[in-house]
């Protein structure tokens, strides 16, 4: 999936990422080849934190937010595999953009609200807020709660 985010504030964590990545971090950069996985990582571990972020899908598929995830290796065609939490973000209205899923273990953990599905602006920026107490977890999408949920954790906290 295409996904555009705030322009000036992504070219500088990508410069930043970019001089920080080698082989003592094993994470990849953003990349902007097709076809191809990237992901923008932290050197920081954090159990609690708010999340606030634009985006604008621009192409087909889905993307995400991961959090409390472990890059547990490499797969030379599509990039790293990771296991964790992920918030969902897709360009299509339905296809759960906001809801949680756990990559590497019990899959949908938590679908958006009925309302939540339905705030997803198609084309338009997009707003996303993550926010994670301990093992609350909530969402909002637009200013509208996808939902919110106590879960029970796998792995170790990661950003």
């Known amino acids: 999936m295409g996904v555009s985010f705030q ?7 990508e410069e930043e990422r970019r001089r920080e990545v080698g082989s003592r971090t094993g994470h990849h950069p953003v990349r902007k080849r097709r076809n191809k996985y990237g992901y923008l990582t932290t050197e920081k571990t954090y159990r ?15 993307s995400g937010v991961f959090f409390h995830a472990r890059i547990t290796g490499i797969d030379p065609e599509h990039g790293p595999d990771i296991e964790g939490m992920q ?41 996303l807020g993550v926010s994670v107490r301990g093992n ?11 939902w919110t949920i106590a879960t029970r954790r796998r792995n170790s906290p990661r950003a």
């Not at 609690?48 to 889905?62: C, P, Q, S």
């Not at 897709?90 to 953009?97: A, E, I, L």
């Not at 609350?136 to 996808?146: A, D």
Request: proline share 4%; glycine share 14%.
């Open 7 to 13: 322009r000036k504030r992504f070219d500088r964590l």
């Open 48 to 62: 609690d934190f708010n999340l606030r972020l634009k985006f604008k899908g621009e192409a087909a598929g889905n």
């Open 136 to 146: 609350h977890i909530e969402t909002r999408l637009n200013g509208v709660r996808s």
């Open 87 to 127: 918030v969902e973000v897709d360009p299509n209205v339905g296809k759960h953009t906001g809801g949680l899923y756990e990559s590497g273990g019990r899959g949908w953990v938590k679908m958006p609200t009925a309302e939540g599905e339905q705030a997803l602006k198609p084309g338009e920026w997009n707003d």
